[in-house]
């Protein structure tokens, strides 16, 4: 049975810096993996999706790394701002015909002024 | 712009009502999740849907929820009777089956409290 783990549960830095969340999983057999934000009170924003035969994406200030042999991902958010602020869940997909996403428990991030 | 869309955004309700939440995927998107999210068990998929037919609700207490789709732009969730312990924000999902990627796009909740 597939289980993801986020660490840390939540996190808490200065504006400006750089930093790393991880992602586990304990299947390494993936389709994909998918990284999302959370708005307090909000539903889910895609933010990066990382095939299994990829090792990263970027988009703006975000890389998402994969490395699906020792079942890891880390998302790097690059020099940090207020508004990132949030909560950051990765979620995994299995290669077999359904869709379902399996998702870790999310870190929370406080980015402070 | 498109997006999924979910209705009610709010419910409250007494215990041993009935409760129907409803969503309306992209257009043009073959599958439909429904996922719960609550402060102690994340994200659970409840069930979900591929061209309208249910392909899984292994996630959903069958002796009182119930998940459709009367046609290809509305999905709905039903809960009878709804106890307290469903209390929890209730996400709807879609995506485009066989397009490669195969991206998740969420819609904003139903915020449920059952009292």
């Known amino acids: 049975k597939q289980e993801v783990t986020q660490i840390p549960a939540a996190l808490s830095v200065p504006e400006g810096e750089n930093l790393v969340l991880n992602c586990s999983f304990t299947?390494?057999?993936?389709?994909?993996l998918q990284w999302f934000r959370q708005d307090p009170g909000k539903g889910l924003t895609s933010l990066l999706l990382i095939q299994s035969s990829q090792r990263e994406q970027t988009s703006g200030r975000l890389n998402a790394s994969l490395d699906k042999s020792s079942g890891r991902s880390t998302l790097y958010i690059a020099a940090s701002q207020p508004g990132d602020s949030a909560t950051y869940l990765c979620?995994?997909?299995?290669?077999?015909?359904?869709?379902?996403?399996?998702f870790g428990q999310g870190t929370t991030l406080q980015v402070k002024p | 712009d498109a997006r999924v869309t979910q209705t009610p955004r709010h419910k409250v309700t007494e215990m041993g009502q009935e409760v129907t939440m409803r969503c309306q995927p992209i257009?043009?998107?073959?599958?439909v999740f429904w996922y719960r999210q609550t402060m102690m068990q994340g994200l659970e998929l409840l069930a979900y849907f591929r061209n309208r037919a249910p392909l899984d609700d292994s996630g959903m207490p069958k002796d009182r929820f119930s998940a459709e789709m009367p046609d290809a732009t509305l999905a709905t969730l039903k809960i009878q009777p709804s106890e307290p312990r469903d209390s929890a924000v209730y996400f709807c999902a879609s995506g485009l089956f066989g397009a490669g990627a195969y991206e998740q796009y969420f819609g904003p909740g139903t915020r449920l409290t059952v009292t």
């Open positions: 979620a995994v997909r299995s290669p077999s015909n359904t869709g379902k996403l399996i």
């Open positions: 257009l043009g998107h073959n599958t």
């Open positions: 299947d390494s057999a993936i389709y994909n």
